[in-house]
């Protein structure tokens, strides 16, 4: 499942405690979304597992992990 489409199925205040879970502000994880920032390897990993493997890291950056 692509970030965007994940985030889009939060309930409210949710991206706000996934920012926090995965280390990161509101507003990049906003980026990383969009596709304006690449996502840190170390950030790609913590997302998988926060969002039990329903956004892999495989998805987040196929050019470190294929």
Do not use: C
């Amino acid at each position: 499942m692509k970030l965007s489409e994940y985030l889009s199925k939060l309930p409210r205040g949710g991206k706000s405690q996934l920012a926090e879970k995965v280390g990161v502000s509101k507003s990049f994880l906003r980026q990383m979304e969009s596709g304006a920032a690449k996502i840190p390897i170390h950030v790609a990993k913590k997302i998988e597992l926060y969002t039990s493997g329903n956004v892999s890291k495989n998805e987040l950056r196929p050019d470190v992990w294929d």
